[in-house]
């Protein structure tokens, strides 16, 4: 399985996790290769994020807060992958996996997520 690139930008950064307190030190996280189950997520700055599923790339558009969730996902921005798979739909079912997903690395790192 062959972990897609990252577009070359600015400030992409990666956050295993942020603490409840808002505390925004950034641990760690294997970027070289997709997380044990399969898929991995890249946190771009304060606002949105990459998740990563085998060879397949797709941007969320999602902010973090402070507060009790850490981070708020607008499901409604995942629509297609990047290049060369955007002709693949992401129909409803694969929508919730993608944001259980997601919701479950927020969580690995003891923090939850707001689903709008």
């Given amino acids: ?3 897609p690139k990252l577009p070359k930008e600015r400030g992409i950064s ?3 996790g942020l603490r409840r307190d808002g505390d925004l030190r950034v641990r760690e996280h294997a ?3 997709p997380q044990p189950e399969g898929f991995s997520v890249t ?3 304060r606002a949105g994020l990459w998740y990563a599923e085998g060879d397949h790339l797709l941007f969320v558009d999602s902010e973090l807060l402070v507060g009790p969730a ?3 996902v607008w499901s409604r921005s995942i629509k297609a992958w ?3 798979y955007e002709a693949e739909t992401i129909d409803s079912a ?3 996996s993608i944001l ?3 919701r479950r690395w927020f969580r690995a790192g003891g923090n939850e997520i707001e689903i709008d």
């Fill in 1 to 3: 399985m062959r972990r």
């Fill in 14 to 16: 990666s956050y295993p």
């Fill in 94 to 96: 694969k929508r919730q």
């Fill in 70 to 72: 850490a981070c708020v």
């Fill in 82 to 84: 990047e290049p060369p």
């Fill in 43 to 45: 946190i771009r700055g």
């Fill in 31 to 33: 970027r070289t290769k």
């Fill in 100 to 102: 259980e997903n997601i």
